[in-house]
Structures are given as structure tokens and as C-alpha cells.
């Protein structure tokens, strides 16, 4: 009985121990930190340095994910294989070259998926924001601009590639999820709405010198887009010139400074992840040798250059084996070691082809006109006859754009059809239909969300 | 009482001396009218060294020396035992001075296989939960990385899947089906030696093109030091575990030092591995015919520029096997281990040093090698009353890899696609035309894995029936990857120099230790036993990493170096901290041995969820009713043994990842104009909470004739609900998902059956068989709102959640050569609507049948596995016939023409044709890519022939060849019916030869 005693006190400390082990409060023995990299949302609208690296992030989406990205997963490469612009040499399918791109598409369905991130970030990042006691006012204005013209980006390229869209302001994933679609229509009503109050928050200087920050003309020349699509010929007009008479903007008389960083002509273009990054269009269309690795320019896309356009001389480059000849865009030039390119999204001379559009459209095609041969005296061409009517016209304008504009943006893609005159690829891509100026909304958004059926026309 | 008050420096001291008392003894405090008695201890052969010597009730004992000699001083009258494992235990009473004693075997191992059901072990009669078991022999000669793939087929209830056959991959292992709608959310914990190990780096980024979904946490660890792995499958078993138990509990037991001699086993072995089947391609005579056709069919009389095979690029009628060229190499592996193990009656020790080293099927000689090293320790006090355990298990890994599996280039290049080498060794791109496969090899993956686990368990008898435990242990995991990618991957065209060369390297590592400090206590008063377990656990993890690249290397010969880089990012630091306490406990009541009724239960508390929702209760119990043990049948010439048992309760899961539950933004993802990115981590959700899994079982165990015939039925039911998973979610909501508690509630039910039979046992002659055998059933048996929510079209009530729906495939338009599919809802189009064929992918049944014959010194062993399932065939990674500059399957060449309308496929065609490529998107969302994957495997054979010399100081020496996945019947239609993903290389068919040596 005594040694029990003894045990039982000398072991006192230890049951002590026990009992602390075990009873002790739960609650702190499971509390833990945030980890070293990631901050709380309320924490990231509290001062202007981590507002401005959620700002960061809508830009860096931009650059680097499917969709509005320069790279051979985005939207500008693809649209140049779907329609005339590129040929396509690898040994495998590009499903957007045969033009066989189905719901089930896996770079389609990350399109839809990266463009749908990329405004959620803004969207949150607007609300946050706005919310926010804590910084000025006048300090969100141009924070706030910028993610309304990013947003309105997203949305504008999304209704021209699916038509009808889910439309959402909010990060409500519960709303969100059951979201139905928005009519074209009204979609671009929208983005005229948001694109205003961008416009109004932005500042004409801009944040940057490298124009690496869209500034108000750059959300103008969005607007701009959106008019023309919306048919609002005279506030397209009204728009465009606004952006043409504003001297910050000047065409590059030398064609290889356009795609340079210094670029007088650039209103909005991305910066690089690191200094000596090239841009992803050197990279997606640069060969040295034969055959083409993966795509050369189309040969229907090099038939509409006269030999003495500057822009075949300056923008295309030949490779040759002796033997056979192809071609590639030669826009950038820095395959290595770049530090003088960035990405260009947005140039001036877009908004001179909106211009004529706009008054073509007006039947005022005579004074469209002059518009357009400013850019064709920089390329060395003949101006075009004051003569031409508007159908005829518009044929140029398609045909100037390309040109211009080749693998840049889709153009070509938005070109026609905003025209209406798609058809027109049926002549060289043998796969082509109707239903092609739409693309399919993915397969499995529609499954897991059954209020965006049905599919579009054909698919 | 007096003692209270005593000095706390005092307490120290008497503790010390209680156990220096404890563990020390003067033979001169006995030493009255003493005698000395010898002799020795044999078994029916040979003198038995180690056995322990022991006078009943004292401290007195010793043991026999290496020729099983004794001497022992003690009191005449007294009483002596004579103990050895695997022998019965003799008790004598002493009278004269000499005493030989020959030991029985004994045979009657039921009674004496002892379980470690984690937190407490339990006899195999006395269990009353589900609890599968695989020991060492099962393991430790075979051919295997992984422990994992040695015991498939071998458990009932536990299906596992490689895979990759390329070394150091990843295994799938669902304990009694999916429980959760997220894949991802099925894993089961591993503790390795009472230390949970952690499993989240199986889904390391980089690997993913070569290992598939990911590396199993158990490559770490070297096979052969295994002494058992005990799977832990019903509520009973996995409640103590509480949070983390509904996925099943693996317990991997290392081997510990046993009493005896000092013993040396030096082992090696080499295996050689092939892929165990070439999938039937094109010869160049069909491909080009097939190739031709399509350009005929599509009225082309001229080849396309970039129709190199046919437009005289290359030779067209050149022929290489691909199949042979990229996957067709012998991989070799080698093992060598070194142990040393032995001990006393009172301390053992085990060190186990394992080298192991696998080149792959890939023409390449890298590889996979793992450098392991186990040192186990364990004493215990003269007088029964302390005990220390530990062990520590380290490991370096790495892995060298091409980094992307050549299956599928070896399945889909051309025949006739040219040679991979110039005449000077350099890469053939034959002019640029040539998307060289072996430009991959430039590309290499390499990781190293360090990982420690390490184990203190202590043990001290505090009072009579009173044991306070603590069990303690640290892990260290190291894992970093290396992800190289020079500019000679890539066409020569492209123009690319080494300042496109990349380099990518990411470090994680992830620490954390445990701490299990535990009350026992154990009370036997006549019929009644009593045995309580109190305890409690604190976890802390720790994970670290972060991830770099390098760009623009000034040459590739600098490309390891990122610092060597014109360009550097640190793409990404992260850290997190995840911290788990519960306090657990178990009372198990037996009354006469016969009525045996057992409670778990445990309340966890996880930093995994928000505030409100930390803390969940789990429990079950348990009981088991030995019937065999009533008058009526106790003494029955034909049932040795029959137990019914049954359990009850709740288990759960926190597998959701840490912080789920927070809004946040993440510093990541890149610069622009050199300022960071924050972007918003995930849609978060307070409010979710403790998943839990009912789990419902009951079972009849029955031996007849003597344990010969041994068998066990059991049914289970388990039901999840409340499961935490990724709420799928539409793209609109910025997301793919959102961690959230499940609607669903899925029901996994089943049989289980296992026999395990002796039907020959003589002198020399001995046959035991082993057959197992699952029927597992997956049912969706609740969604609330499934039409209104995100699953609308992923499940049906009823079905099994590892389902896929599909198109209805009718045939061949005989017209068109087009495929043809049901359009159920008649508007002309292919929707998921349509899609009105439910395949379930789950097996249907599966399991294994052992075999081991063994006469005289030589053993045969062989297992067969089987499994019945449908699974995704051919037909789902096959385009149009003829379309591209690619290999077709041979059954490809019977396609559909004007002459051959009936063929089983579609029309040759090409790019053209967007009808024909168009059909592909039904075809391969059809029931025509869904087929039987069943398939008989003769999973593991071996021969052995062990010889004792005891003349040459040798005490076993063992050689075997070993062969694995042998024989593979069949009528999958594609490379090999055991898959996780199409496009990697199968297991692989293994030869081994091997001998170990024990003195």
C-alpha cells in the first residue's frame, strides 16, 4: 500500500502533464497563421501597394492565360488559323485551322474558363475596391477605370466569339452559378455602360509612359469598338476622332517602329514578365528554316499584298530553301534577347479603319475614304479612288485591314463578320459553315449549368 | 504521507532509483538454499538458442546460448517456464539439477496472431473489427518499389491500381469503393509505425506527364523492411481514428529486433521488366493504304505540303516498330539490402541498409534509385514494467525521367516516320519535318525525395493494471523537382538557341510531428476482462516550397544552374501550417472470452475549418460473440473456431487542404511591369464542416478441422454524407469549384469472402491456398436537388458515382461510312441530353487466389488477381483512319468502304472532311469507347529453395526467381486493362532472380 502511495506522488507531475495534454483548450492548440503568401481580401483594399498588386494580377491574366493571351493558346493566334491568314505544318490536327472546333474542344473550354477568371478577378476586385474605407477616393479612380476597361475587354471579345453570354457584375457564386444568358444585344449595352464610367475614371496621361496601363483614349478606342458593333455610327465617329485629334497618338511613318516600345502609335500594350522575355508573337510565328515547323502566312494572305507594299517588305519575311518560299510575320523581330518589344494590343491605326467604317456606314464613304489611304500612303500605296461606293469600299477596308492588321487580335475574324461577310472564307477553307462564326459554348459549362442551353446554332 | 512534502529534486531521485530497481537485480538477495540447473533447449531438430528461461514470479531468469545451453541458479521446488515465439511455452518444477526440454511448435496460430489495430493491438479471435492483414513473407521478395503493388489482389475489400509501370509512380487504393465525389478526396491515411505520414506531395505538379496523377508516399519506404501492413476497414477499426478514418487506415509496421542470436542477412536479387503487351498497330503496307484511301476518298490527287509520310519527305515505305524503338527496352532493377538484427530477452535491435535501382522500358539508362535505411530499437525492463520502442525509417530517392511517357508517341507515330538518329548521333528532325519522340528524352524530369519518419513509443506499467504510454514521432519530408527543357526539344526550324533554355525547380518540404500521450489499463477478474485506452493527439504540419525558374541560359551546358540564368523568377513561395488535437479513447469488455463487445470513439478538432465548425465527434462499437466457445460446440470434431461480429459508427475526413475557409488573396502567377500579382485564391466557404461516413458491418468467421479450413463472410454498409469535396462549379463563377459539404449521400455496400485452406500437410508435402473475393456496389442513394444543381448531368439517383454517361453508337451509315448514334430527343444534334447510356466503371468484383506448395526445402507461390470491370478501350484515343501523319490500331484497316459497308469503322479521311472529323465527337463520347477491361492476371509467381548449413555457420540461405504480371487474360481491347489514365506505360511483366543468406 505504501510503495502505491509513493507512485502515486512521485508520478503527481506526470499526471499532471496528462491532464494538460488532454484537457487543455483545443481551441489554441489548433490555431495556425496565414501562410506567408497569401493575405486576407479584407487586408489586400487597405493600402494602395497590395490594391495594386490585385490590379497586377488582372494584367498578368490578360498576358498569360488562354483567351487574350499572344501566345499560340489564345484568341489572336487561333482566329489567324481559323480563318485565312496562316497555314498550319505540324503532324498533328489543329481543330481551329480544319475549323472542327466542337463543344467538346479542350482550348475552346479554356477560353471560356480563363475569360470568366480573368473577370471574376476584376469584378472582386472592383467590389473590394469600392468598398474600401480605407483608400482616398481619388486614389481608386484610376484603379477602378483600369478593371472596368479590363472587364468590359473580356466581355467584348466573349460576345463576339459566343454570341449570347452569361453576364455578371458580382462574385456571387451562387448567382453565378445558375446564371442565364444575356442577348448580344444587350451585352453590348452593358460594356457601352461600363466602358463610359471607364472612361470617366481614367485619366488621358498615362500611369505609365511605357502605355503600359490603358489610359481614357484606350478605353475610347474599346468604346469605339463597341459602337461599331452596336451600329452607332456617329458615336463611333464622334469617338474615334476624338482619339485621332488627340497628338499623344501619331502613325509611325517608319513601319519597323510600330511594334517597337517607344511607339507613337501604341495606345495600350503588355508588359513583359521580365525584362528580356520576347513577346509570344515572335515566338508563335518566327522560323529560320524549311519546312515550317508549325504555321507560315497562308499564300491567299500573301496574294493580296502588292510587291511594293511596305508592310509586305517590312512586316512579312521571306524563308527559303532555293527550292520553295514561305512566309512569316514578321511584325516583331526579336526572337532572342528582347528589350525593345513589348506586345502591342491596341494602335492608332485601328481606330483610323473604325473611323471609315463608321462613315461608310454613315454614306459618307468619300470621306471614309481618306482615312483609310492615310494608311496606305504609309505603306506606299496608291490612294484609293474617291469613287468607290460603299460596297466596294468595304471590300478595301476588309482587305486593307488584313494587311494592316494580320495576325493581330482576330481581326481578320471580327472584320468579316462584324461586315457580315464570313462567307467569304468558304472559298478557302473547305470546312467551313455558317455556324462557324459562332463558337460552341463548352459542352461541360452547359452540363453543370443547364440555363446556358442550348448550345449555339449548330453545335 | 509524510512524503508530500518532500523536495521535488526527491521525487526525481526515487524515480530513478525505482527504476534502476526495476531494472537491475542482485542474484544475492536470493541466494538461499540455491541449486544451479542446466541444461538444453531443443525443438525437434536442432538446439534452440534465445529461449527465455524464467522462474515463475521473480526476476530470475535467463537465456539459452547459440548451442541452446542454459544454467540457472535457483531455489528447489520453484517453478520454471521455457519461452519462445512461435513454440509452446513449457512450465516445469524443478527437482533435479539437469532438465532438456524439447519444444513443440505450435500450431495453434490463431490464438496467437496478434493485430495492430493502431492505437491498441488485439488478437485475431478477440477482434471485433474489420481489420485485413498482409506480413512480410507476402512482401518482402518481391520485385516491387512499392509496397502497394505487392499487395494487390492479396486483401479483400482493398482494390489498388498502379498507375504507371514507370518506377516511382503512383498507386490508387480504394478501401471498400469511393465515398467521395472528388477522386482526389479517396485517399486513405497512411501511418507508418504510429506516425501519420503525410500524402500531400502525391500530387506534385511537375511529374505529371511522366507518373501520371502523382508518386505514392510510399516509394519511401523499402518493401522488405515490412513486417505487415494491416488495412483497418470498419467503424470499429477506423473510429479511433476518428476524422481521418473514413477512407480506411493503412498501418505499415516495420520489423523490429527479436530476441536470439546476432543475425546477418545480406540479400540481392535482379529483376528485368518489359512491357507486358504491344498493342497491335499498322505495318507501313496498311498505313499507307489507309493513308491513301483517305486522300482518295476526299478526291485530293495531290499531297498536302505537310503529308510528309506521303508526300516523299520521307521514305514511305520505311518500317520501324515504335512500340519496340520507345517503350521496347528491358528495364532492369537491382536490390541489395544488408540487415543485422538481434537482441535479448530484454533489448532487440534491427538495421536494415537497402539499395534499389530501376532503369525504365524508355531508351534511356536513367532511372529510378532509393537509398533506405530502418534501425529499429526496442528494450524493455527486467521487470516487465518499462518499455521503449523506437524506429526510424530514412530514405533518399530520386528519380530520373524523360519528361513526358513515350507511350503515346509509340502508339500514334507513323510507321514510316523516319530514323530518330542521324549518322552522327544527333537527333534526326529530317529537315524539320520530324517531331523527333526522342527530342523528349532532352526534356528530363528529375526529383529527389528525402523522407524520415521517426518513432518513440514509451510504455511504463504505473500501477498493477495501470499503463502509461506515450507514443511520439517526427516526420521529415524533402521533395524537390527538376524539370529541364532546353532548346533542342523543339524543331531546328524555330530557330531557337540555348537562351530559350528553360529550367524549372521546385523545393517543398513538409514536417511534422505528433505527440500521443496515452492511459491504459487492463483488468482480468475471472470471466471478465477489461481493457481501457485513453488517450490523446496533437499533430502539427508544417509544408514549405517554392518554385523557380530560369531562363536564357548563355549554354545548356549551364542548365542545371538556375543562378546561371540571364533570367530568374521565383515563381512561388508558399507555406502552410496545419494542426489536428483529439482525445480518443476505447473500453473493450470480454466476458468469458466469448462475448466480446468493444467502444471507440474520438473527438477531433482540425485547423482545416473555420471557427464554428472545428470540432467533431466520431464513435462506434463493436462486439464479436466467439460461439465456438459454447458447451455445445466446444467440443465439435469439425468447427475449431466461429465468431460472429458486428459493428457500428462514424468516421470522417478533413481532406480538404488548409484554409479552405478563408478569403484570400495569393502573391503568384508572374510580374507586370516588375510589380507582383495578388489574385484571389478561391471562392471561399465559412461554413463548411466534419464529413462523416456511417459504417456498418457484420461478419462470421469459421475455421474447421483444426484451423485448417479458415473462412470469413462479411457484409458492409457504408454510408457518406456531409462529404467534403470541390463543389463543381460553372466557369461563370470565376471558378471550377468551391470547397463545400456534399448534398449527396453515397452509399458503398458489399461482400467480402475469404478462405484460407492447409488441404496438404505432411513431413515434406505442404499446400495452403488463400482466395479472396469483393463484390463491391457504389449507389448514389440521395442528392437532394440533383436537377437543379451542377451534377444535374454527372449522376443518377441509384447509380454508382464512378459513372459516365454516353452516346448510344448504332452503326455505320452504309451510305456514307459515317458513324451513327441515337438522338433520343430528335433535334438533330449531339447534346448531352443524348447522352442516355450510363456505363458504371467500378469493378464488380474482384480479388485474388494464392497458392503456396512447398516440399521439402522448395516453395511454389504464386497469385493470381482478377478483376471485373468496364473501363475506356481504344477507340477513346484513336482519331479518323487516315486523317493525320498517324498509327492506327490494326483493327483499323477492317474501315468502312463501298465494298466493306458493314466494317466496324468509320471511312478513311482526311482534314477535308469536317463530316468525318466532326463524328469524332460523339464516337468518343460514346458507349463504343466504353468495354470490358476485365482481366486474370497471374500476379506474382515464385520459386524458392531454402537451405540451413548449420556446419558452414549458415543459418538460411534462400534463392528464388520471382516473376510478376506474368500472364494477363483478357479481352480488353487496348494495351493493358489496368489504367488510371490512358497514354502511360502499363505495369510492367517482371522476371526476378534473387538469394538471400542469413548467418
Known amino acids: ?459 | 504521507m509524510k512524503t508530500i512534502t518532500q523536495p521535488k529534486s526527491k521525487h526525481r531521485f526515487y524515480l530513478l532509483l525505482l527504476i534502476l530497481l526495476c531494472s537491475l537485480h542482485s542474484p544475492a538477495l536470493f541466494a538461499q538454499q540455491q541449486i544451479r540447473v542446466t541444461g538444453t533447449v531443443k525443438d525437434t531438430d536442432a538446439p534452440l538458442p534465445g529461449v527465455t528461461v524464467w522462474e515463475k514470479d521473480t526476476n530470475n531468469g535467463t537465456l539459452t546460448d547459440e548451442n541452446g545451453k542454459y544454467s540457472l541458479q535457483i531455489t528447489p521446488g520453484s517453478i520454471v517456464t521455457f519461452s519462445f515465439i512461435g513454440y509452446k511455452t513449457q512450465t516445469h518444477i524443478i527437482s533435479g539439477t539437469t532438465l532438456n526440454i524439447t519444444l513443440q511448435p505450435d500450431e495453434a496460430v490463431l490464438d496467437e496472431v496478434v493485430i495492430n489495430a493502431g492505437y491498441y493491438s488485439v488478437k485475431d479471435r478477440e477482434r471485433t473489427g474489420s481489420i485485413a492483414r498482409v506480413t512480410a513473407k507476402d512482401i518482402e521478395f518481391q520485385p516491387v518499389v512499392n509496397p502497394l503493388q505487392a499487395i494487390q489482389g492479396r486483401m479483400a475489400g482493398v482494390n489498388i491500381t498502379q498507375e504507371s509501370g514507370t518506377p516511382g509512380g503512383g498507386f490508387e487504393i480504394q478501401i471498400r469503393g469511393i465515398n467521395s465525389l472528388q477522386r482526389t478526396g479517396n485517399v486513405p491515411l497512411y501511418i507508418i509505425d504510429g506516425v501519420p505520414i503525410n500524402n500531400d506531395y502525391v500530387t506534385a505538379s511537375l511529374s505529371k506527364s511522366i507518373l501520371n496523377t502523382g508518386i505514392s508516399p510510399l516509394n519511401s519506404i523499402n518493401p522488405s523492411d515490412i513486417e505487415s501492413i494491416e488495412i483497418l476497414k470498419d467503424a470499429d477499426a477506423t473510429a479511433i481514428y476518428g476524422s481521418r478514418g473514413a477512407n480506411g487506415v493503412i498501418l505499415i509496421t516495420t520489423k523490429k529486433g527479436k530476441a536470439g542470436k546476432t543475425r546477418f542477412t545480406v540479400s540481392s536479387s535482379t529483376a528485368f521488366s518489359k512491357v507486358n503487351r504491344f498493342m497491335k498497330l499498322m505495318n507501313t503496307e496498311q498505313f499507307n493504304q489507309m493513308r491513301d484511301e483517305a486522300f482518295a476518298n476526299d478526291g485530293m490527287t495531290e499531297y498536302p505540303p505537310n503529308a510528309y509520310d506521303m508526300n516523299g519527305a520521307w521514305d514511305r515505305n520505311r518500317y520501324t516498330d515504335w512500340q519496340k524503338e520507345l517503350i521496347g527496352r528491358t528495364a532492369m532493377s537491382n536490390n541489395l539490402s544488408l540487415g543485422i538484427s538481434g537482441g535479448n530477452e530484454y533489448t532487440g535491435f534491427i538495421v536494415s541498409l537497402a539499395h534499389h535501382q530501376s532503369t525504365t522500358v524508355f531508351p534511356t539508362d536513367k532511372g529510378y534509385k532509393r537509398n533506405s535505411a530502418s534501425i529499429g530499437f526496442n528494450h524493455r525492463s527486467k521487470d516487465n514494467r518499462f518499455q521503449l520502442g523506437t524506429s526510424t525509417v530514412y530514405s533518399v530517392q530520386s528519380n530520373d525521367l524523360p519528361a513526358v511517357d513515350l507511350t503515346n508517341p509509340a502508339l500514334t507515330l507513323a510507321p514510316n516516320a523516319p530514323e530518330l538518329y542521324n549518322e552522327d548521333g544527333t537527333l534526326n528532325w529530317q529537315d524539320g519535318t520530324f517531331q523527333n519522340p526522342l527530342a523528349q528524352l532532352n526534356k528530363t524530369y528529375g526529383n529527389e525525395t528525402k523522407t524520415l519518419v521517426l518513432n518513440t513509443n514509451l510504455s511504463y506499467n504505473l500501477l498493477s493494471d495501470f499503463y502509461l504510454k506515450l507514443n511520439a514521432g517526427i516526420t521529415n519530408n524533402y521533395f524537390d523537382e527538376q524539370v529541364l527543357t532546353p532548346h533542342t526539344i523543339v524543331n531546328p526550324a524555330l530557330g531557337h538557341t540555348s537562351e530559350r533554355s528553360q529550367s524549372q525547380k521546385s523545393y517543398r518540404s513538409f514536417n511534422s510531428y505528433l505527440i500521443e500521450p496515452q492511459l491504459e489499463w487492463n483488468k482480468k477478474t475471472g470471466v471478465h476482462s477489461f481493457s481501457v485506452l485513453m488517450g490523446s493527439t496533437y499533430q502539427v504540419s508544417n509544408n514549405n516550397g517554392y518554385t523557380l525558374t530560369g531562363k536564357n541560359f548563355s549554354s545548356n551546358a549551364l542548365i542545371t544552374n538556375i543562378s546561371a540564368a540571364k533570367e530568374r523568377i521565383i515563381n512561388q513561395m508558399n507555406s502552410s501550417e496545419y494542426k489536428y488535437a483529439a482525445v480518443f479513447a476505447r473500453v473493450n469488455y470480454s466476458y468469458n472470452n466469448k462475448y466480446i463487445i468493444n467502444l471507440t470513439g474520438r473527438r477531433d478538432g482540425s485547423s482545416r475549418f473555420g471557427n464554428n465548425n472545428r470540432f467533431g465527434n466520431f464513435g462506434a462499437i463493436g462486439a464479436a460473440w466467439i460461439f465456438s466457445e459454447e458447451n455445445v460446440l466446444k467440443n465439435s470434431r469439425w468447427l475449431s473456431f466461429g465468431k460472429l461480429r458486428a459493428s457500428y459508427g462514424t468516421t470522417g475526413s478533413d481532406n480538404v487542404g488548409d484554409y479552405a475557409y478563408l478569403d484570400t488573396y495569393t502573391a503568384g502567377g508572374g510580374y507586370y511591369n516588375s510589380v507582383f500579382g495578388l489574385y484571389p485564391t478561391r471562392l471561399f466557404n465559412p461554413d463548411y464542416h466534419w464529413e462523416k461516413t456511417t459504417k456498418r458491418e457484420v461478419s462470421a468467421e469459421l475455421n474447421f478441422f483444426h484451423d485448417r479450413i479458415r473462412t470469413s463472410t462479411a457484409y458492409y454498409n457504408n454510408r457518406s454524407s456531409n462529404q467534403l469535396i470541390g463543389l463543381q462549379l460553372p466557369s461563370t463563377t470565376g471558378f471550377n469549384s468551391i470547397t463545400a459539404n456534399s448534398p449527396a449521400t453515397v452509399e458503398n455496400s458489399g461482400w467480402e469472402f475469404t478462405l484460407n485452406a492447409t488441404p496438404l500437410k505432411t513431413k515434406d508435402w505442404m499446400w495452403e491456398f488463400s482466395f479472396n473475393i469483393s463484390f463491391p456496389k457504389n449507389k448514389l442513394i440521395a442528392f437532394p436537388d440533383l436537377e437543379d444543381s451542377t451534377y444535374k448531368n454527372t449522376y443518377v439517383i441509384g447509380k454508382s458515382i464512378n459513372l459516365v454517361k454516353l452516346y448510344h453508337y448504332e452503326g455505320i451509315d452504309p451510305e456514307t461510312g459515317l458513324y451513327q448514334f441515337t438522338d433520343y430527343n430528335e433535334d438533330g444534334k449531339f447534346t448531352v441530353d443524348d447522352k442516355q447510356i450510363v456505363k458504371e466503371l467500378d469493378p464488380k468484383y474482384y480479388g485474388g487466389w494464392q497458392n503456396t506448395l512447398s516440399y521439402k526445402n522448395f516453395t511454389f507461390d504464386f497469385l493470381f488477381q482478377f478483376v471485373k470491370q468496364d473501363n475506356y478501350n481504344l477507340n477513346a484515343n484513336y482519331n479518323v483512319p487516315g486523317i493525320a501523319l498517324q498509327n492506327a490500331p490494326e483493327v483499323m484497316t477492317n474501315r468502312w468502304s463501298p465494298d466493306n459497308p458493314d466494317a466496324p469503322y468509320g471511312a478513311a479521311a482526311t482534314t477535308k472532311n469536317s463530316e468525318a472529323i466532326n463524328q469524332m465527337t460523339p464516337f468518343r463520347q460514346s458507349d463504343r469507347t466504353v468495354s470490358d477491361a476485365s482481366f486474370i492476371r497471374l500476379k506474382n509467381a515464385s520459386l524458392s529453395y531454402v537451405v540451413n548449413l548449420p556446419k558452414a555457420k549458415i543459418e538460411s540461405l534462400r534463392l528464388y526467381i520471382q516473376g510478376q504480371n506474368l500472364l494477363t487474360f483478357t479481352h480488353y481491347l487496348g494495351m493493358d486493362p489496368e489504367f488510371i489514365n490512358l497514354g502511360y506505360i502499363p505495369p510492367l511483366r517482371t522476371y526476378a532472380l534473387g538469394m538471400q543468406l542469413t548467418f
Request: hydrophobic residues 35%; glycine residues 2%; charged residues 25%.
Open chain 1, 1 to 459: 500500500m505504501k510503495n502505491i502511495n509513493i507512485l502515486f506522488k512521485v508520478y503527481h507531475p506526470v499526471w499532471i502533464v496528462l491532464f494538460m495534454l488532454t484537457l487543455c483548450s483545443c481551441e489554441q492548440l489548433i490555431e495556425t497563421d496565414l501562410p506567408d503568401n497569401q493575405v486576407t481580401r479584407e487586408d489586400v483594399f487597405k493600402d494602395m501597394a497590395t490594391a495594386e498588386a490585385a490590379l497586377t494580377n488582372l494584367y498578368i491574366n490578360v498576358r498569360e492565360n488562354p483567351f487574350l493571351t499572344k501566345n499560340t493558346n489564345g484568341i489572336s493566334y487561333n482566329l489567324s488559323l481559323y480563318t485565312d491568314e496562316l497555314d498550319y505544318f505540324a503532324n498533328n490536327l489543329n481543330d481551329f485551322y480544319t475549323n472542327t472546333v466542337e463543344a467538346d474542344h479542350t482550348l475552346n473550354a479554356s477560353w471560356w474558363d480563363y475569360a470568366y477568371s480573368g473577370i471574376y478577378a476584376a469584378n472582386d476586385f472592383i467590389e473590394g475596391l469600392s468598398q474600401s474605407a480605407f483608400i482616398a477616393e481619388a486614389d481608386k479612380k484610376a484603379f477602378l477605370g483600369e478593371a472596368y476597361f479590363i472587364r468590359s475587354l473580356y466581355y467584348q471579345y466573349l460576345c463576339q466569339l459566343y454570341g449570347d453570354i452569361p453576364y455578371t457584375l458580382t462574385t456571387d457564386y451562387v448567382y453565378n452559378t445558375a446564371i442565364a444568358k444575356t442577348s448580344y444585344a444587350e451585352v453590348l449595352i452593358q460594356i457601352e455602360k461600363d466602358l463610359k464610367t471607364a472612361v470617366d475614371l481614367l485619366d488621358d496621361s498615362y500611369r505609365n509612359q511605357q502605355r503600359i496601363y490603358p489610359n481614357q483614349s484606350a478605353a475610347k478606342l474599346l468604346l469605339a469598338q463597341n459602337y461599331l458593333l452596336q451600329k452607332k455610327y456617329e458615336e463611333a465617329e464622334k469617338t474615334c476622332l476624338e482619339i485621332i485629334n488627340n497628338n499623344t497618338y501619331q502613325l509611325e511613318s517608319d513601319l519597323d517602329k510600330v511594334f517597337k516600345k517607344e511607339a507613337k502609335s501604341t495606345l495600350w500594350q503588355l508588359s513583359s514578365n521580365s525584362d528580356t522575355d520576347n513577346t509570344p508573337e515572335a515566338s508563335a510565328y518566327i522560323f529560320v528554316s524549311l519546312p515550317p515547323p508549325t504555321v507560315a502566312l497562308s499564300t491567299e494572305l500573301l496574294n493580296i499584298f502588292d510587291a511594293s507594299d511596305k508592310r509586305k517588305q517590312q512586316w512579312i519575311k521571306e524563308v527559303t530553301d532555293g527550292n520553295l518560299s514561305f512566309f512569316h510575320a514578321y511584325k516583331y523581330k526579336n526572337k532572342e534577347n528582347n528589350t525593345d518589344e513589348y506586345a502591342v494590343f491596341f494602335r492608332v491605326e485601328e481606330v483610323y479603319f473604325m473611323l471609315a467604317e463608321a462613315l461608310t456606314y454613315q454614306n459618307r464613304t468619300a470621306e471614309a475614304i481618306g482615312y483609310i489611304n492615310i494608311i496606305r500612303q504609309r505603306a506606299g500605296l496608291n490612294p484609293l479612288p474617291d469613287s468607290l461606293n460603299q460596297d466596294e469600299f468595304i471590300d478595301e477596308i476588309l482587305k486593307e485591314s488584313q494587311r494592316e492588321f494580320f495576325t493581330e487580335n482576330g481581326h481578320r475574324f471580327f472584320d468579316l463578320k462584324r461586315n457580315g461577310k464570313l462567307e467569304i472564307l468558304s472559298i478557302v477553307k473547305p470546312n467551313w459553315q455558317n455556324k462557324h462564326q459562332l463558337f460552341p459554348i463548352p459542352e461541360r459549362q452547359l452540363q453543370i449549368n443547364p440555363n446556358l442551353q442550348p448550345n449555339n446554332n449548330g453545335y
